[in-house]
Protein backbone atom coordinates (compact mmCIF):
# COMPACT_ATOMS: atom_id res chain seq x y z
CA UNK A 1 0.00 0.00 0.00
CA UNK A 2 0.70 3.36 -0.25
CA UNK A 3 1.92 5.31 2.69
CA UNK A 4 -0.74 7.11 4.32
CA UNK A 5 -0.70 10.39 6.68
CA UNK A 6 -1.72 10.22 10.21
CA UNK A 7 -5.09 11.37 10.04
CA UNK A 8 -5.98 8.86 6.82
CA UNK A 9 -4.46 5.57 8.57
CA UNK A 10 -6.15 6.70 12.09
CA UNK A 11 -9.24 7.02 10.17
CA UNK A 12 -9.04 4.24 8.02
CA UNK A 13 -8.26 2.06 11.28
CA UNK A 14 -11.52 3.81 12.44
CA UNK A 15 -13.59 2.85 9.98
CA UNK A 16 -12.01 -1.00 9.47
CA UNK A 17 -10.19 -0.18 6.22
CA UNK A 18 -7.11 -1.18 5.02
CA UNK A 19 -3.92 0.70 6.46
CA UNK A 20 -0.30 0.60 5.23
CA UNK A 21 0.67 -0.60 8.79
CA UNK A 22 -1.45 -0.32 12.80
CA UNK A 23 -2.30 3.26 13.41
CA UNK A 24 -0.32 4.58 16.96
CA UNK A 25 -2.47 6.52 18.57
CA UNK A 26 -2.70 9.45 21.56
CA UNK A 27 -6.32 8.24 22.53
CA UNK A 28 -5.88 9.50 26.01
CA UNK A 29 -2.93 11.52 27.58
CA UNK A 30 0.72 10.83 26.31
CA UNK A 31 1.80 13.90 28.40
CA UNK A 32 5.03 12.95 30.31
CA UNK A 33 7.76 14.69 32.48
CA UNK A 34 10.37 14.15 29.99
CA UNK A 35 7.96 15.77 27.12
CA UNK A 36 7.58 18.52 29.40
CA UNK A 37 11.10 19.47 29.48
CA UNK A 38 11.65 18.79 25.41
CA UNK A 39 8.71 21.23 24.80
CA UNK A 40 9.60 23.77 27.57
CA UNK A 41 5.77 23.79 29.08
CA UNK A 42 5.14 22.69 32.04
CA UNK A 43 1.72 21.59 34.63
CA UNK A 44 -0.27 23.24 35.49
CA UNK A 45 0.15 25.75 32.63
CA UNK A 46 -0.14 23.59 29.81
CA UNK A 47 -3.70 22.39 31.17
CA UNK A 48 -4.83 25.96 31.64
CA UNK A 49 -3.31 28.30 28.26
CA UNK A 50 -4.28 27.10 24.74
CA UNK A 51 -0.48 27.87 23.72
CA UNK A 52 1.52 25.78 25.72
CA UNK A 53 -1.58 22.66 25.81
CA UNK A 54 -1.20 22.85 22.28
CA UNK A 55 2.19 22.39 21.59
CA UNK A 56 2.79 19.58 24.53
CA UNK A 57 -0.11 18.37 22.31
CA UNK A 58 1.24 18.29 18.88
CA UNK A 59 5.00 16.94 20.46
CA UNK A 60 2.83 13.56 20.64
CA UNK A 61 3.40 13.37 16.96
CA UNK A 62 6.19 15.68 16.12
CA UNK A 63 8.04 13.88 18.93
CA UNK A 64 7.01 10.80 19.38
CA UNK A 65 5.40 10.21 16.11
CA UNK A 66 2.23 8.87 17.00
CA UNK A 67 -0.59 9.06 14.50
CA UNK A 68 -3.05 11.18 16.39
CA UNK A 69 -3.17 14.38 19.11
CA UNK A 70 -5.41 15.28 21.88
CA UNK A 71 -5.09 18.31 24.34
CA UNK A 72 -7.16 17.35 27.03
CA UNK A 73 -4.83 15.67 29.39
CA UNK A 74 -6.69 15.52 32.82
CA UNK A 75 -10.35 14.77 33.37
CA UNK A 76 -11.02 18.19 34.86
CA UNK A 77 -11.58 20.57 32.14
CA UNK A 78 -15.69 20.81 32.44
CA UNK A 79 -15.92 20.88 36.18
CA UNK A 80 -15.06 24.57 36.99
CA UNK A 81 -17.58 25.43 34.50
CA UNK A 82 -20.34 22.83 36.23
CA UNK A 83 -19.57 24.74 39.71
CA UNK A 84 -16.65 22.27 40.98
CA UNK A 85 -13.39 23.12 42.44
CA UNK A 86 -10.36 21.86 40.82
CA UNK A 87 -6.91 21.25 42.34
CA UNK A 88 -4.45 22.06 39.46
CA UNK A 89 -0.93 20.76 40.28
CA UNK A 90 2.53 21.07 38.88
CA UNK A 91 3.30 17.24 39.41
CA UNK A 92 0.20 15.67 38.69
CA UNK A 93 -3.05 15.77 36.87
CA UNK A 94 -5.05 18.15 37.34
CA UNK A 95 -8.40 16.95 39.65
CA UNK A 96 -11.76 17.69 41.15
CA UNK A 97 -11.73 18.51 44.68
CA UNK A 98 -14.23 16.56 47.08
CA UNK A 99 -16.16 19.55 47.51
CA UNK A 100 -18.79 18.63 44.59
CA UNK A 101 -21.53 21.02 44.19
CA UNK A 102 -23.86 18.73 44.51
CA UNK A 103 -22.83 16.27 47.24
CA UNK A 104 -25.29 18.14 49.85
CA UNK A 105 -28.14 15.82 49.81
CA UNK A 106 -30.28 19.15 50.19
CA UNK A 107 -28.61 20.40 47.23
CA UNK A 108 -31.22 21.06 44.06
CA UNK A 109 -29.75 18.98 40.95
CA UNK A 110 -29.82 21.30 38.11
CA UNK A 111 -26.97 22.92 36.07
CA UNK A 112 -25.71 26.58 36.71
CA UNK A 113 -27.18 29.80 36.13
CA UNK A 114 -26.44 31.32 32.64
CA UNK A 115 -25.65 27.45 30.78
CA UNK A 116 -25.09 26.41 28.15
CA UNK A 117 -23.31 30.10 27.48
CA UNK A 118 -21.51 30.30 30.76
CA UNK A 119 -20.28 26.68 30.29
CA UNK A 120 -18.70 27.87 26.85
CA UNK A 121 -17.50 30.56 28.35
CA UNK A 122 -15.58 29.21 30.99
CA UNK A 123 -12.22 29.64 30.94
CA UNK A 124 -10.56 26.49 31.20
CA UNK A 125 -13.15 24.94 28.59
CA UNK A 126 -12.29 27.85 26.06
CA UNK A 127 -8.72 26.73 26.93
CA UNK A 128 -9.70 23.31 24.85
CA UNK A 129 -11.31 25.01 21.88
CA UNK A 130 -8.28 27.27 21.93
CA UNK A 131 -5.81 24.70 21.57
CA UNK A 132 -7.83 22.84 19.19
CA UNK A 133 -7.56 25.56 16.78
CA UNK A 134 -4.15 26.15 16.56
CA UNK A 135 -3.46 21.92 16.44
CA UNK A 136 -5.92 22.48 12.96
CA UNK A 137 -3.45 25.53 11.98
CA UNK A 138 -0.22 23.70 12.86
CA UNK A 139 -1.61 19.89 11.02
CA UNK A 140 -4.29 20.76 9.07
CA UNK A 141 -5.59 16.99 7.36
CA UNK A 142 -1.98 15.67 7.97
CA UNK A 143 -2.34 14.57 11.69
CA UNK A 144 -5.54 13.06 13.04
CA UNK A 145 -6.89 16.13 16.02
CA UNK A 146 -8.67 14.37 18.49
CA UNK A 147 -11.19 16.43 21.47
CA UNK A 148 -11.85 14.87 24.58
CA UNK A 149 -15.55 15.08 27.00
CA UNK A 150 -16.97 13.58 29.87
CA UNK A 151 -19.65 10.92 29.84
CA UNK A 152 -22.37 12.09 31.94
CA UNK A 153 -21.51 9.01 34.54
CA UNK A 154 -18.15 10.38 34.70
CA UNK A 155 -19.55 14.09 35.24
CA UNK A 156 -21.77 13.00 38.31
CA UNK A 157 -19.12 11.66 39.83
CA UNK A 158 -17.46 15.10 39.81
CA UNK A 159 -20.42 17.17 40.44
CA UNK A 160 -22.42 14.86 43.01
CA UNK A 161 -18.95 12.85 44.46
CA UNK A 162 -18.23 9.17 43.13
CA UNK A 163 -18.72 7.32 46.70
CA UNK A 164 -22.38 9.35 46.98
CA UNK A 165 -22.98 8.78 43.72
CA UNK A 166 -22.51 4.82 43.49
CA UNK A 167 -24.37 4.46 46.84
CA UNK A 168 -26.93 6.15 45.29
CA UNK A 169 -26.91 3.89 42.18
CA UNK A 170 -28.65 1.28 45.00
CA UNK A 171 -30.23 3.56 47.59
CA UNK A 172 -31.72 6.65 45.63
CA UNK A 173 -31.75 5.29 41.91
CA UNK A 174 -34.22 8.14 41.69
CA UNK A 175 -31.41 10.73 42.46
CA UNK A 176 -29.11 9.02 40.11
CA UNK A 177 -31.02 9.15 37.09
CA UNK A 178 -31.68 12.75 37.51
CA UNK A 179 -28.28 13.18 37.53
CA UNK A 180 -27.48 11.63 33.93
CA UNK A 181 -30.55 13.68 32.76
CA UNK A 182 -29.26 16.73 33.89
CA UNK A 183 -25.95 16.48 32.79
CA UNK A 184 -26.73 14.30 29.92
CA UNK A 185 -26.55 17.16 26.94
CA UNK A 186 -22.69 18.72 28.43
CA UNK A 187 -21.04 16.46 26.76
CA UNK A 188 -23.12 16.89 23.69
CA UNK A 189 -22.67 20.87 23.85
CA UNK A 190 -18.85 19.90 24.72
CA UNK A 191 -18.27 17.58 21.68
CA UNK A 192 -19.86 19.93 18.79
CA UNK A 193 -17.97 22.70 19.96
CA UNK A 194 -14.69 20.95 20.39
CA UNK A 195 -15.41 19.60 16.46
CA UNK A 196 -16.35 22.98 15.26
CA UNK A 197 -13.18 24.21 16.45
CA UNK A 198 -11.05 21.29 14.39
CA UNK A 199 -11.03 18.22 16.06
CA UNK A 200 -11.93 14.97 14.01
CA UNK A 201 -13.35 12.69 16.29
CA UNK A 202 -14.13 13.32 19.69
CA UNK A 203 -13.24 10.47 22.90
CA UNK A 204 -15.80 9.89 24.99
CA UNK A 205 -15.05 9.19 28.42
CA UNK A 206 -17.40 7.36 31.20
CA UNK A 207 -15.99 5.15 33.36
CA UNK A 208 -19.41 2.70 34.52
CA UNK A 209 -16.68 -0.10 34.25
CA UNK A 210 -16.62 -3.19 35.71
CA UNK A 211 -14.08 -2.24 38.42
CA UNK A 212 -17.33 -0.30 40.32
CA UNK A 213 -20.58 -1.29 39.13
CA UNK A 214 -22.52 -4.22 37.25
CA UNK A 215 -22.84 -4.73 33.60
CA UNK A 216 -26.22 -4.56 34.37
CA UNK A 217 -26.34 -1.46 35.82
CA UNK A 218 -24.39 -0.08 32.61
CA UNK A 219 -27.28 -1.50 30.54
CA UNK A 220 -30.55 0.24 32.52
CA UNK A 221 -29.06 3.22 33.49
CA UNK A 222 -26.21 4.73 31.01
CA UNK A 223 -26.86 2.87 27.58
CA UNK A 224 -29.95 4.61 26.21
CA UNK A 225 -28.31 7.57 27.04
CA UNK A 226 -25.21 6.67 25.18
CA UNK A 227 -27.77 5.48 22.26
CA UNK A 228 -29.46 9.02 22.31
CA UNK A 229 -26.80 11.36 22.46
CA UNK A 230 -23.55 10.22 20.33
CA UNK A 231 -25.60 10.14 17.34
CA UNK A 232 -25.70 13.72 18.30
CA UNK A 233 -21.96 14.61 18.20
CA UNK A 234 -22.20 15.49 14.49
CA UNK A 235 -19.96 17.65 11.99
CA UNK A 236 -20.97 21.32 10.91
CA UNK A 237 -22.41 19.47 7.66
CA UNK A 238 -24.31 16.95 9.65
CA UNK A 239 -22.60 14.32 9.36
CA UNK A 240 -21.89 11.61 12.22
CA UNK A 241 -18.57 12.38 13.82
CA UNK A 242 -16.31 9.53 14.87
CA UNK A 243 -17.09 8.98 18.99
CA UNK A 244 -14.68 7.20 20.81
CA UNK A 245 -15.89 5.78 24.46
CA UNK A 246 -13.13 5.42 26.82
CA UNK A 247 -13.76 3.16 30.02
CA UNK A 248 -10.97 2.07 32.23
CA UNK A 249 -10.93 -1.43 34.09
CA UNK A 250 -12.20 -4.64 33.71
CA UNK A 251 -14.77 -4.24 30.98
CA UNK A 252 -15.12 -7.68 28.88
CA UNK A 253 -18.49 -8.57 30.03
CA UNK A 254 -19.99 -4.92 29.28
CA UNK A 255 -18.65 -5.41 25.39
CA UNK A 256 -21.95 -6.66 23.56
CA UNK A 257 -23.55 -3.79 25.42
CA UNK A 258 -20.86 -1.15 24.21
CA UNK A 259 -21.18 -2.40 20.94
CA UNK A 260 -24.73 -0.85 20.50
CA UNK A 261 -24.00 2.20 22.36
CA UNK A 262 -23.44 4.30 18.86
CA UNK A 263 -19.43 4.78 19.35
CA UNK A 264 -17.41 3.76 16.69
CA UNK A 265 -14.46 2.56 18.75
CA UNK A 266 -14.04 1.23 22.63
CA UNK A 267 -10.95 2.75 24.19
CA UNK A 268 -9.99 -0.43 26.71
CA UNK A 269 -7.15 -1.08 29.58
CA UNK A 270 -5.06 -4.38 29.65
CA UNK A 271 -6.89 -5.50 32.33
CA UNK A 272 -9.25 -7.08 29.64
CA UNK A 273 -7.13 -9.57 27.27
CA UNK A 274 -6.86 -8.21 23.86
CA UNK A 275 -8.25 -11.34 22.17
CA UNK A 276 -11.39 -11.72 24.09
CA UNK A 277 -11.89 -8.17 23.76
CA UNK A 278 -11.70 -8.64 20.06
CA UNK A 279 -13.99 -11.20 19.84
CA UNK A 280 -16.58 -9.67 21.86
CA UNK A 281 -16.63 -6.81 19.61
CA UNK A 282 -17.30 -9.02 16.63
CA UNK A 283 -16.42 -6.24 14.54
CA UNK A 284 -19.61 -4.09 15.16
CA UNK A 285 -17.22 -1.56 17.15
CA UNK A 286 -13.88 -0.54 16.21
CA UNK A 287 -10.95 -1.32 19.44
CA UNK A 288 -8.08 1.07 20.43
CA UNK A 289 -5.49 0.31 23.20
CA UNK A 290 -4.09 -1.66 24.97
CA UNK A 291 -0.29 -1.89 26.42
CA UNK A 292 0.14 -1.45 29.94
CA UNK A 293 0.95 1.45 31.42
CA UNK A 294 2.45 0.81 34.83
CA UNK A 295 3.91 -2.62 34.09
CA UNK A 296 5.03 -2.15 30.86
CA UNK A 297 5.45 1.53 29.23
CA UNK A 298 6.71 3.05 33.14
CA UNK A 299 8.64 0.35 34.14
CA UNK A 300 9.40 -2.15 31.92
CA UNK A 301 12.46 -2.25 29.32
CA UNK A 302 12.17 -1.63 25.32
CA UNK A 303 11.91 -4.98 24.81
CA UNK A 304 8.80 -5.47 26.76
CA UNK A 305 6.92 -2.27 24.94
CA UNK A 306 7.34 -4.03 21.63
CA UNK A 307 6.36 -7.33 22.74
CA UNK A 308 3.01 -5.68 24.69
CA UNK A 309 2.43 -3.62 21.52
CA UNK A 310 2.81 -6.67 19.42
CA UNK A 311 0.26 -8.45 21.19
CA UNK A 312 -2.01 -6.03 20.65
CA UNK A 313 -1.22 -6.09 16.94
CA UNK A 314 -1.57 -9.48 16.83
CA UNK A 315 -4.56 -9.61 18.30
CA UNK A 316 -5.89 -7.38 15.62
CA UNK A 317 -6.91 -4.18 17.51
CA UNK A 318 -7.21 -1.26 15.38
CA UNK A 319 -6.11 1.01 16.97
CA UNK A 320 -2.69 0.43 19.22
CA UNK A 321 -2.14 3.16 22.28
CA UNK A 322 -1.18 2.73 25.87
CA UNK A 323 -4.44 1.62 27.84
CA UNK A 324 -4.82 4.75 29.55
CA UNK A 325 -3.66 8.32 30.62
CA UNK A 326 0.73 7.41 30.65
CA UNK A 327 2.09 8.05 34.26
CA UNK A 328 3.98 11.44 34.19
CA UNK A 329 7.29 9.22 34.88
CA UNK A 330 6.85 7.35 31.81
CA UNK A 331 9.88 7.43 29.06
CA UNK A 332 9.69 9.03 26.06
CA UNK A 333 11.21 6.37 24.48
CA UNK A 334 8.97 3.90 25.58
CA UNK A 335 6.43 5.40 23.20
CA UNK A 336 8.66 5.87 20.21
CA UNK A 337 8.99 2.43 20.67
CA UNK A 338 4.94 1.63 20.72
CA UNK A 339 5.44 3.49 17.00
CA UNK A 340 8.28 1.61 15.91
CA UNK A 341 6.55 -1.39 16.50
CA UNK A 342 3.56 -0.28 14.37
CA UNK A 343 6.18 0.98 12.09
CA UNK A 344 7.46 -2.20 11.99
CA UNK A 345 4.29 -4.13 11.23
CA UNK A 346 3.72 -2.81 7.52
CA UNK A 347 0.78 -4.30 5.62
CA UNK A 348 1.15 -6.59 2.63
Not at 71 to 95: H, K, S
Request: a negative charge.
Amino acid sequence: MKKMTSKERFMAGLNGEPVDRPPAASVVSVINFELMDMVGHQFPVANQEPEPMAELAASAHDIMGLDSVMPVFGIAQECTALGCEVDWPDDNMPTPSAEAPWRDRDAEIKLPDGYPDSFLEDKYVKCVLDAIRLLKEHFGDEVMILGKVMGPWTLSYHVYNVQEFLLDTILDSDRTKKSLEVLAPVPVLFAKAQIEAGADAVVWADHATGDLVRNTMYEEMLLPYHQNLVPQVTYPNGDQAPVILHCCGNTLDRIQLFREGGFAAYHFESANDPYKMVAGAEGKVKLAGNVNNPVTMLNGNLDEVREATQKAIDAKVDIIAPECAVPLQTPVASLKELVQTCKDNPSN
